[in-house]
């Protein structure tokens, strides 16, 4: 096990006038500089999954357990702080294998049956374990819930099946004898919104599909962006008109970011783009590569290791599931490809599953867990919190790269990444637009340590100087006082 809790670093805030180190000054060889003046995207935050029944694995766990593993997931201070619950909107009849059950095991003969109140419903009130993670989430103060259907009823489709592709009845180019089932599926995840809301979860996003360029033996269904631009003509004011206007749509959940440009563009095309929060992508068929020309935001919303065995390396010759690798993964599609949100597949899952993959942050075996680094690639990122705003970096040196963000409450997260084999010393100065921010904290990540407090020092230029690990991660956060925590 790479950490429990006893192992987890305490937060700390150094006054920047407080250790002052001509040593370091003199061994400084690199520099980032922020610039306020410089901005880009504003940040949704970091998530993962519990779908296909994960999120039960939390619910079986005993305390103290369960809130050990909980504080991994979502404390700011001593875990990765995520901030978004990625919930599937089941479509299966049953809870067969792991499959995650629908609200509407029974099918009416027509789609008019099907309103938001609709008789037929049945809410379990668990939802496959997610309802619970959710309550749960939002204890920590998460504010973001995204609910995400794989498939729509087998009713409602082409292939009378929840599995197996199909596209949704309504869309163009389909032919159904049933109907029309687009304002039905509509109507359906209204009603699946207003379930959550009665037992306190705001549901604040909504994808009807998932991987739909793909069809797959359990749900899944499948759509172009224009067949997706022709329901989200109708969802969007079925939304409006059940006072959910705040529910952002997000679109469509693509295997990969070359299928998500081409939705974007077919969105854009059918006039459906401005309905639309944000444009969603997985990374399995293609990695992200530059930023998408739409005018949503865009959205990493499932990606994982899926081929290789459990690990729980920080840096292992730069395997797929190392921390390290997920670190820069992360860094990519923020900095590089300017994603406003990044969502990891299942945040928890057993060994017996998929060979006991990487496609987990942290392995459930029964009544005891382990956490492996990629968990702490995330922790990485928690200094920024929720509608932070990315602004300039710049990097003079080798070897090193570097983003900043201006978080709501005004303080300023730095986030740097060392390729280089050995410790590099590294100062960082806010620049002449920052404000004053007296109090600066950092947290490293490496082979050794786990989001572990790292030493601050300042010169008498005021750069706040540290110690970057070699092929490790430091976070940094300059904050107006206090003790830097951030919820």
């Given at each position: 096990m790479h950490a429990v809790l006893s192992h987890l670093a305490v937060l700390a805030a150094v006054p920047l006038?407080?250790?002052?180190?001509?040593?370091?000054?003199?061994?400084?060889?690199?520099?980032?500089?922020?610039?306020?003046?410089?901005?880009?995207?504003?940040?949704?935050?970091f998530g993962f999954s519990g779908a296909f029944q994960r999120a039960n694995l939390?619910?079986?766990?005993?305390?103290p357990k369960q809130r050990e593993v909980l504080d991994l997931l979502f404390n700011t201070t001593t875990g990765a702080g995520f901030s978004i619950v990625r919930n599937g909107i089941g479509s299966t009849p049953n809870s067969n294998k792991d499959y995650m059950n629908t609200i509407l095991p029974k099918c009416p003969s027509t789609p008019a049956e099907v309103t938001i109140n609709y008789s037929g419903y049945s809410w379990d009130g668990k939802d496959s374990g997610q309802l619970f993670l959710s309550q749960k989430?939002?204890?920590?103060?998460?504010?973001?819930?995204?609910?995400?259907?794989w498939s729509a009823p087998g009713c409602m489709k082409t292939n009378n099946q929840d599995t197996n592709g199909g596209q949704l009845c309504g869309v163009s180019g389909t032919n159904c004898r049933s109907g029309d089932w687009k304002q039905a599926y509509a109507n359906y995840l209204v009603a699946y919104i207003n379930f959550y809301a009665s037992a306190g979860i705001k549901v604040t996003h909504l994808g009807f599909l998932n991987e739909p360029d793909f069809s797959t033996s359990y749900a899944s269904m499948q759509?172009?962006?224009?067949?997706?631009?022709?329901?989200?003509?109708?969802?969007?004011?079925?939304l409006d008109r059940a006072n959910l206007t705040s529910v952002g749509i997000n679109c469509c959940d693509a295997t990969g970011w070359n299928v998500a440009t081409q939705h974007a563009q077919q969105l854009a095309a059918?006039?459906?783009?401005?309905?639309?929060?944000?444009?969603?992508?997985?990374?399995?068929?293609?990695?992200?590569?530059?930023?998408?020309?739409?005018?949503?935001?865009?959205?990493?919303?499932?990606?994982s290791d899926l081929n290789g065995g459990?690990?729980?390396?920080?840096?292992?010759?730069?395997?797929?599931?190392?921390?390290?690798?997920?670190?820069?993964?992360?860094?990519?599609?923020?900095?590089?490809?300017?994603?406003?949100?990044?969502?990891?597949?299942?945040?928890?899952?057993?060994?017996?599953?998929?060979?006991n993959n990487n496609e987990k942050l942290i392995l459930i075996d029964g009544q005891s867990y382990t956490v492996s680094k990629r968990l702490w690639a995330f922790a990485q990122f928690r200094v920024v919190r929720p509608g932070a705003v990315r602004v300039g970096a710049t990097v003079a040196g080798s070897n090193l790269k570097a983003a900043a963000f201006r978080n709501v409450d005004g303080s300023i997260a730095v986030v740097v990444i060392n390729s280089a084999a050995g410790t590099q010393t590294l100062g960082v100065a806010l620049g002449a637009a920052a404000p004053g921010l007296p109090v600066v904290s950092a947290w490293y990540t490496d082979n050794s340590h786990d989001m572990s407090v790292a030493g601050v020092a300042v010169g008498s230029d005021g750069v706040a100087t540290v110690g970057v690990s070699g092929r490790g991660m430091i976070s940094l956060l300059f904050t107006a006082g206090g003790n830097g925590t951030m919820v």
């Open positions: 006038f407080a250790c002052a180190g001509p040593s370091l000054e003199v061994r400084q060889l690199q520099r980032v500089t922020v610039d306020l003046t410089k901005t880009y995207q504003t940040i949704d935050g939390i619910v079986k766990l005993q305390e989430a939002q204890e920590y103060g998460v504010k973001t819930f995204y609910a995400n259907a759509s172009s962006g224009t067949q997706a631009a022709d329901f989200i003509k109708v969802l969007r004011p079925t059918a006039g459906a783009e401005s309905l639309v929060y944000a444009v969603t992508s997985h990374e399995y068929t293609s990695r992200i590569s530059g930023t998408m020309r739409t005018a949503a935001r865009v959205w990493q919303t499932e990606y459990w690990s729980t390396a920080w840096y292992s010759n730069g395997g797929a599931g190392d921390g390290y690798t997920w670190a820069n993964t992360i860094f990519n599609g923020i900095v590089n490809s300017n994603l406003s949100a990044y969502i990891f597949w299942e945040g928890v899952q057993d060994r017996a599953t998929n060979n």
